[in-house]
């Protein structure tokens, strides 16, 4: 024996009762409410009155031809407002997945990778896909672990090249961190610079966690090279306006100096080898799209642009 649907419950508030009062408060008048809805007038009235009854309490002053809402109607407005703008998202978004190329990725990066090395790579995704809708959020380095392990993001941009749990990771072209100098510094005449080149030079260093910190310091250290350690920062975005402020000369990731790069900052080689490798950790447990592998594709592109090498 087939069930038989279950009877609306006639003592509840429905969907229709929220559509007759939202017309009403974009309208103004049962008259024009009732238009807005394809129905008639008596029928919007009857919903109004049965909503008012439900709800224990009225909505509106009756003036003239005119519905006037009282102080609970514009609360339950702003309610009904924001709801119904989630549900216009949710449309919006099930129509979108409908088209080409519409699909949305969501990336997540170190805040430095998103400045110098994530736009060259969207120009270029842009460029040979059309329009790929991108979200982007940055985070530092155990906190984007964490979130990539709960596949919270179709893509992540790390510097640390092991995998968390739950991704796999890809290795970006490998390149070698750079000087910075102000233009007008006598370094920025030389075409290559050496560990002791710094020597006696006032020096905006990275701060002193940081394993490229920790490296660049090494290597000068062992060439007997004193430095002026005058400013040190988590951000190599910051070390690059430090620099070009004229308070020092620094050594930065190949690709923060390119973006920085100007009038008033030039980037010169070291003979001296310090590697930078940025990777790319994808989830295995998210939906796989075809946006994501021509983002994979456009980031290897960019970060080869830089000057990477395969490894």
């Given amino acids: 024996m087939n069930a038989q649907p279950t009877p609306a419950n006639p003592d509840r508030i429905a969907h229709r009762h929220i559509e007759v009062f939202r017309a009403l408060m974009l309208t103004g008048s049962a008259t024009a409410a009732a238009q807005m809805l394809f129905t008639s007038q008596p029928t919007v009235s009857r919903e109004l009155a049965r909503l008012e009854q439900l709800l224990g309490y009225a909505l509106f002053e009756r003036a003239q031809s005119r519905l006037r809402p009282n102080a609970r109607a514009l609360r339950l407005w702003e309610e009904v407002q924001r709801s119904w703008e989630g549900l216009d998202r949710v449309v919006e978004h099930a129509l979108a997945l409908g088209q080409p190329h519409q699909g949305r990725i969501s990336v997540l990066s170190l805040p430095a990778l998103s400045h110098a090395l994530l736009p060259g790579a969207l120009e270029r995704l842009q460029r040979s896909h059309g329009a790929v809708a991108v979200s982007v959020a940055t985070q530092e380095g155990p906190l984007l672990q964490e979130w990539m392990a709960a596949q919270r ?35 920025a005449a030389q075409p290559v610079l050496q560990a002791q080149d710094f020597d ?7 701060a002193r966690d940081d394993p490229y910190r920790v490296q660049i310091d090494a290597v000068l250290a062992r060439a007997g090279v004193q430095r002026r350690m005058l400013v040190e920062t988590h951000s190599a975005v910051a070390v690059c306006a430090m620099v070009q402020h004229g308070l020092g000369v620094a050594i930065v990731n190949p690709l923060t100096a390119r973006a920085c790069a100007g009038a008033d900052l030039v980037v010169r080689p070291l003979q001296f080898s310090i590697p930078f490798q940025v990777h790319m950790l994808l989830p295995l447990h998210r939906p796989a799209v075809p946006e994501v592998d021509w983002l994979v594709q456009a980031l290897q592109a960019e970060a080869a642009a830089a000057g990477g090498t395969p490894r």
């Fill in 153 to 187: 993001f179709d893509l992540g941009l790390t510097e640390l090249g092991d995998a968390p749990p739950g991704t796999r990771v890809i290795a970006l072209p490998a390149m070698d961190e750079v000087a910075v100098l102000p233009a007008a510094h006598p370094l």
């Fill in 200 to 206: 006696g030079q006032a020096f905006i260093s990275l």
